[in-house]
């Protein structure tokens, strides 16, 4: 740590928080400066400029819960070496994109121009999303329609064969101790929607 920074030292070289436990990081973590280009996932010390990390470690699985952050310092080059992964990262997502969206094209061709300008808003909103596709619930989220809008959106694209649509249950401690899908409420909020390529 920094024994001569007065917010640094309030900080182990690393530190972990289990936020299950209501544990946090502390207060002075939340005046950070996030460092560009790392998704977030580096900050600084505002007094003396010294670079952290941080991750998040989570798992919903109800027999094996888990949620806590860890914050540890890192050098400089560590830094550059972050910024330049998700500089790569972004190059390779935009390739796949491109990937994707020829093969959409071949197959679906005139289709897509056929398309309503709110089914054309869907569809370019999960091309960026390529095979994984997104629940309807953050895509109208995202596009400012409503749920009714998003639902009959959703209904015309897969009457068309132009995307696949699943509803994707959470999961619950079922009989014999196994999970099993939690059936209920408003299937909605899990129905997800991707392009059939």
């Not at 798992?59 to 949620?67: E, Q, T």
Request: aromatic share 14%; hydrophobic share 35%.
């Amino acid at each position: 740590m920094s024994t001569s920074c007065k917010i640094c030292e309030k900080f182990d070289k690393k530190i972990k928080v289990d936020y299950l436990e209501g544990e946090k990081f502390p207060i002075e973590f939340q005046d950070f400066i996030a460092v560009t280009g790392t998704d977030n996932e580096v900050s600084r010390c505002p007094l003396c400029g010294q670079a952290y990390v941080y991750t998040h470690n989570w798992d919903n699985d109800v027999y094996n819960l888990m949620d806590y952050g860890t914050l540890h310092q890192i050098a400089e080059n560590r830094v550059l070496e972050i910024i330049a992964y998700y500089i790569k990262q972004e190059k390779d997502r935009i390739k796949d994109v491109k990937k994707f969206w020829y093969k959409a094209r071949k197959k679906f061709g005139i289709q897509l121009e056929q398309l309503s300008n709110d089914e054309k808003k869907v569809i370019e909103y999960l091309k960026e999303k390529t095979f994984n596709g997104e629940y309807l619930e953050n895509i109208a989220r995202d596009l400012l329609l409503s749920k009714d809008e998003m639902i009959e959106i959703a209904k015309n694209l897969d009457k068309s064969g132009i995307v696949f649509k699943n509803i994707y249950w959470p999961l619950g401690p079922g009989e014999h101790n196994f999970q099993e899908e939690f059936k209920g409420g408003d299937p909605y909020v899990y129905t997800k929607i991707r392009i059939l390529v």
